[in-house]
């Protein structure tokens, strides 16, 4: 049976200025920019989980603008001027949420961030030595400093196998994203932002005035709706240009004296490893099957997890006694466009998707960018 509600639920829990759907690093910085610059506004937050639901508590924790076997091919996609402007984003997206939160909150270290060539990678590693100067200049523009170098020496330093070469990014860090996740929610119910969780938006009505939004908790309304659902907002906006892409992480228990410490790419990005508490946290092997990881199911495969445990055990951890402590999956969203989707879809109902794996780097600008749009059509 439905759940009567009473008038005092009906009048004060239902109707809102502003409902964001999805509780990710996205829609709660939305909810922050849009309650700072307009504090009278009454805004909610809908999430279908009990915790976020795609990537933003369950991605690698890396704060990263990208590898250059990464911007090389983000180059050849988005021409110099746009990864230039993209670069920009990550770059000001990772200040705007340090700044937001404090590095202590989020756990932020700038410990390096690493890509590393087998001896069998040698064109692909030739290819992006080749253009650490081009790739330095492009981000001495953006930050003012150089970022990229050759590391070849910390290879044995770190103990990997079978590893030729080693390009370090002395700017990239590392970040816990559970503590920024909880820390973003206090930040947005402090300020008087309400969210409500395993609350699924099933149907989205537009009528005159607004939007009527169904779910199995009752039925919502709003005057303006953003939605910040990611890899899921094809089940409300289907028309939208996203596939989504699952990535399969796992993680070892704690490992005595550790020598890995930063964050890691691998095989241009499709896989990546860190250190957190003294143990290796590794994903990625999406590339082995794109088509099985463009799916918005959560989950291991077999191909992938023998990939992850073979990279683990061979190149990562040759000569370490180490145990698999859990796994876990996340589901991000990519486009042909490297740009993040932030538009005004039917009247009223906005929507910022498509962070290409790099939410943490772009989410909170993202946010705040689908925010102002909001605002400036209010």
């Not at 250059?68 to 988005?78: F, R, T, Y």
């Not at 003294?278 to 990939?307: C, H, S």
Request: net charge neutral; aromatic share 10%.
């Amino acid at each position: 049976m439905p759940t009567a509600f009473s008038y005092w639920e009906k009048e004060s829990f239902f109707t809102y200025d502003i409902i964001i759907i999805g509780s990710g690093i996205v829609g709660l910085n939305a909810a922050i920019q849009l309650k700072k610059t307009a504090p009278t506004l009454k805004i909610a937050i809908l999430e279908r989980g009990f915790l976020p639901s795609g990537a933003s508590t369950k991605n690698a924790g890396f704060a990263c603008f990208g590898s250059i076997s990464e911007l090389i091919e983000q180059e050849e996609s988005a021409g110099l001027d746009g990864l230039a402007l993209l670069i920009e984003k990550r770059w000001k997206g990772l200040l705007k949420l340090r700044s937001l939160l404090g590095d202590k909150t989020i756990d932020y270290q700038c410990l390096g961030g690493y890509e590393l060539f087998k001896k069998g990678d040698i064109l692909l590693a030739d290819t992006c030595v080749s253009k650490i100067e081009h790739f330095n200049r492009l981000i001495n523009d953006v930050i003012g400093e150089d970022a990229f170098g050759l590391a070849n020496k910390k290879i044995s330093d770190f103990g990997f196998e079978g590893v030729s070469t080693l390009i370090e990014n002395q700017y990239e860090a590392q970040i816990d994203s559970g503590k920024m996740m909880f820390a973003l929610i206090q930040y947005a119910q402090k300020i008087g932002v309400s969210l409500f969780n395993n609350c699924t938006v099933e149907e989205v009505h537009s009528e005159i005035s607004g939007s009527r939004l169904i779910t199995k908790n009752g039925s919502f309304f709003c005057k303006q709706l953003v939605v910040t659902t990611n890899a899921f907002i094809k089940d409300l906006l289907p028309d939208i240009d996203i596939s989504p892409g699952r990535g399969q992480v796992l993680i070892t228990k704690p490992i005595k004296a550790l020598k890995i410490a930063g964050t890691f790419h691998y095989d241009s990005g499709y896989y990546y490893f860190r250190n957190i508490n003294k143990r290796i946290l590794l994903g990625g092997g999406r590339n082995i099957d794109f088509k099985a990881e463009e799916t918005t199911e959560f989950g291991q495969t077999e191909p992938v997890q023998l990939a992850l445990e073979d990279l683990l055990k061979n190149v990562i951890l040759p000569k370490v006694n180490y145990e698999i402590d859990y796994r876990w999956s996340g589901i991000m969203a990519f486009g042909k466009i490297l740009e993040p989707f932030i538009k005004e879809v039917k009247p009223n109902i906005f929507c910022a998707t498509r962070c290409n794996g790099m939410g943490i780097a772009i989410g909170s600008q993202t946010g705040e960018d689908v925010a102002r749009l909001l605002l400036n059509t209010w």
